[in-house]
């Protein structure tokens, strides 16, 4: 994002009490575009005001977050998409991330959790909410019947900590490697699965399953 200009961002929610509270903990930082109270009115508005980011409810009438999220990828828009939600399910969870989603968080998350996952998704990241990424990762582990890529060990070791949200800086702490290391790992990672933003390198290896031991 340029200085001169704030990041947009989208409210879908069937609670208008929470979608009020989410307006004036975010318009200090972001241009909050509006509101909307159903998946219909969702996908429309996301359409025509294409936003930099929208945060959805799940459970909506008419249409739920996770069907107008695959909808509005299906037709082409581009805006990061943060779930923002009562259900811990993983599996839920990791249906958003192949679905296209680029965050997924409990309604319970503090307002200060919410603002950087919106930073995190804008500059390229994903982010999931530390109460379900370990149930992610888990729910991966035990489905069965996937093709394998070809990946060493080491990248495997690489890949789950990206998916887990964690910084080159912190996983070479972790892997007692080098930062550039790391970087070197996930950008071979990135070549060889034809994928070209951390972003997509998460959703590949949870579509696919890659980190399944």
Do not use: C
Not at 185 to 211: C, D, N
């Amino acid at each position: 994002m340029t200085p001169e200009r704030r990041a947009t961002v989208l409210l879908a929610d069937d609670h208008t009490i929470l979608t009020a509270g989410l307006v004036s903990l975010l318009q200090d930082r972001f241009d909050v575009l509006g509101t909307v109270v159903d998946g219909h009115l969702l996908v429309e508005a996301a359409e025509r005001l294409r936003p930099d980011v929208i945060i959805a409810d799940i459970s909506m009438p008419s249409l739920s977050g996770l069907d107008a999220l695959e909808r509005l990828k299906k037709n082409g828009v581009t805006s990061r998409f943060i779930i923002l939600t009562m259900h811990s399910d993983p599996d839920v969870a990791a249906r958003a991330m192949r679905a296209g989603a680029a965050g997924f968080l409990l309604k319970d998350t503090a307002g200060d959790e919410l603002v950087g996952a919106i930073e995190e998704v804008l500059n390229g990241r994903v982010y999931l909410a530390p109460a379900v990424t370990r149930g992610v990762i888990e729910s991966l582990k035990s489905s069965a019947g996937t093709d394998r890529i070809e990946l060493t060990w080491r990248q495997r070791d690489v890949l789950r900590l990206i998916v887990e949200g964690r910084r080159m800086k912190e996983i070479g702490t972790i892997l007692e490697l080098s930062t550039r290391t790391v970087e070197t790992h996930k950008y071979e990672m990135m070549r060889v699965l034809g994928v070209s933003s951390t972003a997509e390198l998460v959703k590949y290896a949870i579509e696919h399953r890659l980190i399944v031991e």
